[in-house]
Nanobody, 118 residues
Framework: VQLQASGGGLVQPGGSLRLSCAASGTFFRINAATWYRQAPGKERELVAG???????NYADSVKGRFTISRDNGKNMVYLQMNSLKSEDTAVYYC?????????????WGQGTLVTVSS
């Protein structure tokens, strides 16, 4: 099982980006999924999470601006980021608990860089 994150890039303050996280391989389903980010010189922090029932939670710093969603049929998780600020600049990572033949396991995708700058 692999997770592939994509969608990062350079965007001006106030702009939007949508990050995608694709799960591939042999498994039953994605249970919970979470987006994290790590800014230069800082620790990795939770940005947003979504459960298998669709319940969501967000870091206070992104509430009202970011939306996490999932498409179970496509095994995809998304992070819509609006009203981006310079402090959102970071490498964003997707993480998922995926149920497979060996049980539920934790997987990380590679990071995708988001740079918010004018």
């Amino acid at each position: 099982v692999q997770l592939q994150a994509s969608g990062g890039g350079l965007v001006q303050p106030g702009g939007s980006l949508r990050l995608s996280c694709a799960a591939s391989g042999t498994f039953f389903r994605i249970n919970a999924a979470t987006w994290y980010r790590q800014a230069p010189g800082k620790e990795r922090e939770l940005v947003a999470g979504i459960t298998n029932t669709g319940s969501t939670n967000y870091a206070d710093s992104v509430k009202g601006r970011f939306t996490i969603s999932r498409d179970n049929g496509k095994n995809m998780v998304y992070l819509q980021m609006n009203s981006l600020k310079s402090e959102d600049t970071a490498v964003y990572y997707c993480n998922a608990i995926i149920a497979g033949i060996s049980g539920a396991m934790n997987y990380w995708g590679q990071g995708t860089l988001v740079t918010v700058s004018s």
